[in-house]
């Protein structure tokens, strides 16, 4: 975790900018919240897959990414209650029809499985830091039955 702090403060200094250029006017409005969740999850892209999201950059959910992982959070929750309903909703065949029901086409699920195939494609000199991805793919080597691809949505959704 240690050795990410530059890459952390690189967020933390965009966010910065973006709060100095909102307060420039008094006419701009400023969500402080959507700002510090945008953050959040660019800090967790440098984390998990060193890259950020770009939340904070473009100042919106996109393609409502977030919005996605907090509906499921939310499906979880309920559904958590009686996993069997979840065979006649996110687990049914026809889910995939359902507008909404495969977060596997979410924007954080897509980068995460780019950078995966990315590193098994190119090895390690893709990138120069240790993040959660490169770790795991470490563990992987040394025990190659304790990683799989479902582990890296899971890793995207924050279900790991």
């Known amino acids: 975790m240690q050795s990410l702090s530059g890459y952390i403060e690189d967020t933390q200094k965009l966010l910065m900018s ?3 250029s909102k307060c420039q ?17 660019d800090v967790l892209g440098e ?5 950020k999201f770009g ?3 473009s100042g919106y ?4 990414a977030i919005k996605t992982i907090d509906d499921v959070q939310w499906y979880d929750g309920i559904i958590g209650q009686i996993p069997e309903w979840d065979l006649f909703f996110r687990r049914n065949p026809l889910a995939k029809f359902w507008p909404g029901m495969d977060p596997s086409k ?3 699920t897509r980068m995460a499985l ?3 195939e990315k590193r098994k494609k190119y090895g390690s000199t893709v990138i120069d830091r240790k ?24 890793i995207a959704h924050g279900a790991m």
Do not use: W, Y
């Not at 984390?47 to 890259?51: E, G, K, L």
């Open 18 to 20: 973006k709060l100095d």
């Open 25 to 41: 006017t008094l006419e701009q409005s400023c969500d402080l919240g959507d700002l510090l969740h945008f953050f959040a999850f």
């Open 47 to 51: 984390i998990a897959f060193s890259r």
């Open 55 to 57: 939340f904070l950059e």
């Open 61 to 64: 959910d996109i393609e409502g």
């Open 106 to 108: 979410s924007l954080i």
């Open 114 to 116: 780019e950078e995966l």
């Open 131 to 154: 993040d959660l991805l490169s770790q795991l793919m470490a563990a992987n080597e040394k025990a190659p039955d304790t990683f799989k691809e479902g582990d890296v949505f899971a």
